[in-house]
């Protein structure tokens, strides 16, 4: 039996909140029988919320039935984080009304809506990592209060999970379990504060294909016991197999309300997305590649835990064309680009650049190279929240001239500079003084991608470009991968979305478990998922052949 005194134990911090009722496997309510049949569980009528210099929500409608997965589409900064932000409390807004079930509600905060039966899992986690599962479901309640009995809760929690098909050991530190598993915490979190309503801001972003199949078994069983769900998501495919009902923003406005999936089509909810036609099937201009520029010979690297992540693996790159890394998530794609961009250091084997000796040079002497890097986490590794677009935009030419004057820095060009960027690369934000983390993802993306294009590099190593990205970003991103290629760039594309493999690549190499599975030219979805998993060998050409 475990205790925590006020103060002792991190624990302690349990005694925050307040749960709903005593028991939590009664705290899951059946919806209430004396509901009208047709009586919305949410309605949003004329929201409007505003931030410094954007209009977020203008008069947005939004309704939500009993027993439904409604799907909010939009690109990226259209508004629909905000819109349910300010429904599960997070933000007031400056105009419009909310009925729950009916019922007019103003909730003060998340714990004031979670009282009413609304929560929300945001797409960034919010774990304390060195608990268990049950801990972090525990976090916030009233009770338990002195006397934890973690063993009586740990049956409690797996009751739940298996009753909602969200399996994940009870005891289980959360950083022992990988992404998919953190989710599952999340959403169990919710249940056991008996939740009827439930908004996933973009659930898939981070999951690996299996993941979202198990996500999605999980959202059909909660709906079938009656609880509605509100699935923000800009992926089309994953809104058209798991939605109800599809309601589509743009700059902060409806352009669809409530359309029925099976009435609608991907072309057409992309168009309302984006306010044009989106280009599904780009068209890549066939090309001789030129000479080697990367060569990657036989390295092997350690991971963060001091095990092998990469094993003798090689590959090169030529002038011109774009090499695919496929691989299921955790296979070494991660430490690949690492050991590239000089952020992670190889035990063995060798790196040149245009022939030139790099292995474990640092990150700068990379750059100097020519090297750029789109990394896969933008907020941590690719930019600095904190400073404004400008100072991001500028941070690989800062040193040299015009934007340098001896020791000091000339802002009137870095911000002329800034200003030219923003409006090359679409990036929508009041002004280039704009913190960096008040972008959305997608402009988040095109302000990295400005700073690394901009140099024109040599070497671009691209990992999960277009991760998070609505389709028309996507788009975006992928034309400008493809005009580095036809200005004679290397290009190294690691991304874990086959279809974006397919569409941009030249050649593919499959990774599994740190080694090269095979090189391919042939896009055989069957063959390369196989040599993913581990199934199938094909044949790898040795570095410095270049297939």
């Known amino acids: 039996m475990c205790w925590a005194w006020a103060g002792g134990l991190p624990l302690a911090q349990a005694w925050m909140g307040k749960l709903m009722v005593e028991h939590p496997n009664a705290a899951i309510p059946a919806v209430d029988a004396n509901l009208a049949v047709n009586q919305n569980a949410v309605e949003m009528r004329g929201i409007v919320k505003r931030f410094p210099g954007v209009l977020a929500n203008d008069h947005v409608d939004f309704d939500l039935r009993p027993g439904e997965i409604h799907a909010l589409l939009g690109e990226n900064g259209a508004g629909k984080s905000t819109l349910m932000s300010v429904l599960a409390g997070l933000y007031k807004p400056e105009a419009g009304s909310i009925l729950l079930h009916g019922q007019p509600v103003a909730f003060n905060s998340p714990r004031d809506a979670i009282a009413h039966g609304l929560g929300m899992i945001h797409q960034h986690f919010t774990l304390v990592q060195s608990q268990s599962v049950t801990e972090n479901v525990l976090l916030g309640l009233a009770t ?28 289980a530190k959360i950083w022992q379990l990988s992404v998919g598993e953190q989710q599952r915490v999340e959403i169990l979190k919710m249940l056991y504060r ?39 998501s800009h992926k089309l ?21 409530g359309v029925r999936a099976n009435e609608t089509t991907i072309p057409e909810l992309a168009r309302l997305m984006v306010g044009r036609t989106v280009l599904f099937d780009l068209q890549k201009r066939p090309q001789a590649p030129g000479e080697v520029v990367l060569t990657v010979d ?93 100072d991001n935009v500028i941070m690989k030419q800062y040193r040299h001239a015009p934007l340098a004057q001896g020791w000091s820095l000339n802002y009137t060009t870095a911000q002329a500079a800034a200003e030219t960027l923003k409006t090359e690369y679409q990036i929508l934000a009041p002004s280039v003084k704009t913190p960096a983390r008040f972008l959305s993802g997608g402009n988040l993306q095109r302000v990295i991608l400005a700073r690394e294009l901009s140099v024109r590099p040599q070497l671009l190593i691209a990992v999960q470009p277009t991760r998070g990205l609505d389709v028309g970003a996507i788009e975006g991103v992928q034309r400008l991968l493809l005009a580095q290629r036809e200005a004679g760039a290397a290009v190294l594309l690691i991304s874990e979305e086959l279809e974006e493999i397919f569409a941009l690549s030249d050649r593919i190499v499959v990774i599994y478990e740190g080694e090269v599975a095979g090189e391919v030219t042939e896009h055989d979805p069957e063959a390369i998922g196989l040599m993913m998993t581990g199934g199938k060998r094909a044949y790898a050409a040795p570095a410095g052949e270049g297939g």
């Not at 009827?196 to 996500?215: K, N, R, W, Y």
């Not at 790099?358 to 890097?373: F, Y």
């Open 144 to 171: 338990p209060r002195f006397w934890l009995r973690l063993p009586e809760h740990d049956r409690r929690v797996a009751d739940l999970g298996q009753r909602f098909g969200l399996s994940v050991a009870p005891q």
């Open 298 to 390: 036989q390295v092997c690297a350690e991971n963060n835990k001091g095990r092998p992540a990469l094993r003798n693996f090689s590959v090169t790159v030529r002038a011109g064309e774009i090499v695919g890394v496929a691989g299921v998530a955790g296979n070494g794609q991660a430490e690949l680009a690492e050991v590239i961009t000089g952020l992670r250091r190889c035990t063995s084997g060798r790196l040149l650049v245009h022939g030139l000796e790099v292995t474990n040079s640092p990150p700068r002497a990379l750059i100097e190279q020519g090297v750029a890097h789109v990394p896969e986490d933008r907020t941590h590794v690719g930019s600095a929240p904190n400073l404004t677009i400008t």
């Open 237 to 257: 495919n994953e809104v058209m197999a798991i939605a109800d009902r599809v309601t589509v923003l743009r700059q902060g406005r409806v352009t669809a309300a």
């Open 194 to 232: 008996g939740v009827q309503i439930l908004v996933m801001d973009e659930p898939t972003a981070v999951l690996a294909p299996h993941e979202i199949e198990g996500l999605f078994a999980t959202l059909r069983s909660m709906v079938a016991e009656g609880k509605s769900i509100v699935f923000i």
